[in-house]
């Protein structure tokens, strides 16, 4: 009964009945009136609020169910089952009423939601998915990415997908998208059937706006293809109609860009997000077995010793020699992994890029990250110690101005998540910069994800257990290495993660020898030093 009390009345303001006689008097002549009356109230609230879940519930059953909602592995499934949770709860299928009280129940339960901005994200990451992979709008549509199939999209999907693309300045996708969002409604006004599932809380005037929302969007595309004569058909048709579109806001702009100098337009339209080299699309594409282009002496196995404990070895793949990266198998275990995922996911935050010295959210960067000290586990010790034997690098991680290397960063890329081309070094921080790179594959990939360097034609596609390790600066430390730039493609289907390892200048000038010449590759090094070590052994 107590407990009831408390929960109905919640916290009260603490003082003593004992020490005041009119404290005292007033509790015997109003004390259970107050205590019934804020009981029957609370039951007359809670009741309401009964009702108002009761009525939520019943317009929630009414909406047909499809397997997305419980399967996001595919693309197409994870831009629905995110215009699900925005359209079907917060749009025009729940009364405005209830509103309130669903962000209650949100709050409650602590759960996020997401919301228009991130079905827009959604929809970004298809788009780049189908520039990247070099993917056709229609086979996206019916759910066929490069033969993974999934559910189709909806009709209204493809003009989001269009003004998407356009806004990105990917015009030739948004052109593509719209001539088939314009062919799709054509043929629904055509066909209109208002018995049809597809037309459902639909009227033929509903679809005839829509239709010229497409078009005129699609003029707009054209005019920045330099299509201009038949950009201004479509404005004059868009124009002819007795309808309200002439106020449409893409149909103004037409009529503007029309009009304005095209030399002066294209110049200003240039793409928000851009790719570093042609080479990416052909190195996202690449098979995973398919790591470079051609087969070269360099390439080759060893079981690289641990420089502390010689008798233990560690499975290197070498790729590149100039600029230095290679493959390590099996060099973080699955309970680490487990581990990883299981204390970082607690904290993940959209990932940042660095800008004018400090972090910033950024399209060129898709995923959220976390970090891990090796102080916050035994088990992440461990992997910096592994990390150490097979770099054979200092990898404390002490106060920031004495860094020796920074904590885990752990990764998930979700829908489209990516990573343009970057350099890992943090601008000019003379000799304190990430001398090494060392990139943990927590999962496998079905398909996607890759990480690619443009300027040498490198693709390593995720193998969990592996870790990816390269230099950022040539071994004589006088230069950035740019042929370092590299990038994380989109990922097409699965759910990647990775952990960085960055490993700093500070406390590593001597364990980096930087050879005899400024040219020396860090094979070269590395086979000079280990001569000069077996001949120390055998004199």
């Given at each position: 009964?107590?407990?009831?009390?408390?929960?109905?009345?919640?916290?009260?303001?603490?003082?003593?009945?004992?020490?005041?006689?009119?404290?005292?008097?007033?509790?015997?002549?109003?004390?259970?009136?107050?205590?019934?009356?804020?009981?029957?109230?609370?039951?007359?609230?809670?009741?309401?609020?009964?009702?108002?879940?009761?009525?939520?519930?019943?317009?929630?059953?009414?909406?047909?169910?499809?397997?997305?909602?419980?399967?996001?592995?595919?693309?197409?499934?994870?831009?629905?089952?995110?215009?699900?949770?925005?359209?079907?709860?917060?749009?025009?299928?729940?009364?405005?009423?209830?509103?309130?009280?669903?962000?209650?129940?949100?709050?409650?339960?602590?759960?996020?939601?997401?919301?228009?901005?991130?079905?827009?994200?959604?929809?970004?990451?298809?788009?780049?998915?189908?520039?990247?992979?070099?993917?056709?709008?229609?086979?996206?549509?019916?759910?066929?990415?490069?033969?993974?199939?999934?559910?189709?999209?909806?009709?209204?999907?493809?003009?989001?997908?269009?003004?998407?693309?356009?806004?990105?300045?990917?015009?030739?996708?948004?052109?593509?998208?719209?001539?088939?969002?314009?062919?799709?409604?054509?043929?629904?006004?055509?066909?209109?059937?208002?018995?049809?599932?597809?037309?459902?809380?639909?009227?033929?005037?509903?679809?005839?706006?829509?239709?010229?929302?497409?078009?005129?969007?699609?003029?707009?595309?054209?005019?920045?293809?330099?299509?201009?004569?038949?950009?201004?058909?479509?404005?004059?048709?868009?124009?002819?109609?007795?309808?309200?579109?002439?106020?449409?806001?893409?149909?103004?702009?037409?009529?503007?860009?029309?009009?304005?100098?095209?030399?002066?337009?294209?110049?200003?339209?240039?793409?928000?997000?851009?790719?570093?080299?042609?080479?990416?699309?052909?190195?996202?594409?690449?098979?995973?077995?398919?790591?470079?282009?051609?087969?070269?002496?360099?390439?080759?196995?060893?079981?690289?010793?641990?420089?502390?404990?010689?008798?233990?070895?560690?499975?290197?793949?070498?790729?590149?020699?100039?600029?230095?990266?290679?493959?390590?198998?099996?060099?973080?275990?699955?309970?680490?992994?487990?581990?990883?995922?299981?204390?970082?996911?607690?904290?993940?935050?959209?990932?940042?890029?660095?800008?004018?010295?400090?972090?910033?959210?950024?399209?060129?960067?898709?995923?959220?990250?976390?970090?891990?000290?090796?102080?916050?586990?035994?088990?992440?010790?461990?992997?910096?110690?592994?990390?150490?034997?097979?770099?054979?690098?200092?990898?404390?991680?002490r106060e920031m101005s004495r860094w020796s290397s920074e904590p885990i960063q752990v990764v998930n890329y979700g829908l489209g998540g990516h990573y343009d081309v970057h350099l890992d070094t943090l601008g000019d921080r003379g000799i304190q910069n990430r001398l090494a790179t060392v990139l943990f594959y927590l999962t496998d990939v079905e398909k996607g994800g890759a990480t690619i360097f443009p300027r040498i034609g490198l693709s390593v596609s995720p193998v969990k257990g592996m870790a990816l390790v390269w230099y950022n600066y040539e071994p004589h430390m006088e230069n950035i290495d740019e042929l370092t730039r590299h990038a994380g493609c989109p990922v097409l289907m699965g759910n990647k993660w990775i952990a960085n390892k960055w490993i700093w200048t500070y406390g590593n000038t001597f364990r980096r020898p930087c050879g005899p010449?400024?040219?020396?590759?860090?094979?070269?090094?590395?086979?000079?030093?280990?001569?000069?070590?077996?001949?120390?052994?055998?004199?």
């Amino acid at each position: 009964r107590g407990i009831l009390l408390a929960i109905v009345f919640g916290p009260v303001l603490v003082t003593s009945i004992v020490t005041s006689y009119e404290k005292l008097r007033m509790l015997v002549e109003r004390g259970d009136d107050v205590l019934i009356q804020g009981i029957e109230e609370a039951i007359t609230k809670g009741q309401e609020r009964i009702n108002n879940l009761m009525a939520i519930l019943a317009q929630y059953y009414s909406i047909p169910k499809t397997d997305y909602q419980f399967k996001a592995d595919h693309p197409n499934a994870f831009y629905l089952l995110v215009k699900h949770h925005v359209t079907n709860w917060f749009d025009s299928n729940i009364d405005e009423d209830y509103i309130p009280v669903l962000e209650d129940v949100i709050k409650e339960q602590n759960v996020t939601f997401p919301t228009m901005n991130d079905l827009s994200d959604a929809a970004v990451a298809l788009v780049r998915l189908q520039y990247v992979y070099n993917l056709k709008a229609r086979d996206m549509f019916e759910g066929n990415y490069m033969g993974y199939m999934g559910p189709r999209l909806e009709r209204d999907d493809t003009y989001l997908m269009g003004r998407e693309a356009f806004m990105a300045g990917h015009l030739l996708e948004a052109k593509e998208w719209l001539q088939f969002s314009v062919e799709m409604k054509a043929q629904a006004m055509e066909n209109f059937d208002p018995d049809s599932p597809n037309n459902k809380g639909m009227t033929l005037e509903f679809i005839r706006e829509d239709y010229f929302w497409s078009l005129s969007l699609l003029g707009r595309t054209l005019v920045h293809l330099n299509e201009s004569e038949t950009a201004r058909k479509i404005y004059e048709e868009c124009t002819a109609s007795e309808d309200v579109v002439k106020t449409f806001e893409d149909v103004e702009e037409l009529g503007k860009e029309l009009d304005a100098n095209l030399t002066k337009l294209l110049e200003d339209y240039a793409p928000n997000i851009k790719v570093d080299d042609e080479n990416i699309t052909i190195l996202c594409s690449r098979e995973k077995h398919q790591r470079v282009s051609v087969i070269r002496p360099h390439h080759l196995c060893r079981y690289k010793s641990d420089r502390f404990l010689p008798y233990r070895r560690f499975a290197e793949e070498i790729l590149s020699t100039s600029p230095y990266a290679s493959v390590f198998y099996d060099v973080i275990h699955e309970s680490e992994i487990e581990k990883m995922k299981v204390i970082a996911i607690k904290n993940l935050q959209r990932g940042m890029v660095e800008g004018d010295g400090s972090g910033e959210v950024s399209d060129t960067r898709t995923g959220d990250l976390g970090w891990i000290d090796d102080h916050d586990d035994p088990y992440f010790a461990q992997v910096s110690a592994r990390v150490k034997a097979f770099t054979g690098l200092d990898v404390k991680t002490r106060e920031m101005s004495r860094w020796s290397s920074e904590p885990i960063q752990v990764v998930n890329y979700g829908l489209g998540g990516h990573y343009d081309v970057h350099l890992d070094t943090l601008g000019d921080r003379g000799i304190q910069n990430r001398l090494a790179t060392v990139l943990f594959y927590l999962t496998d990939v079905e398909k996607g994800g890759a990480t690619i360097f443009p300027r040498i034609g490198l693709s390593v596609s995720p193998v969990k257990g592996m870790a990816l390790v390269w230099y950022n600066y040539e071994p004589h430390m006088e230069n950035i290495d740019e042929l370092t730039r590299h990038a994380g493609c989109p990922v097409l289907m699965g759910n990647k993660w990775i952990a960085n390892k960055w490993i700093w200048t500070y406390g590593n000038t001597f364990r980096r020898p930087c050879g005899p010449f400024p040219q020396s590759t860090q094979l070269e090094v590395e086979n000079i030093v280990s001569f000069g070590a077996l001949k120390e052994v055998i004199e």
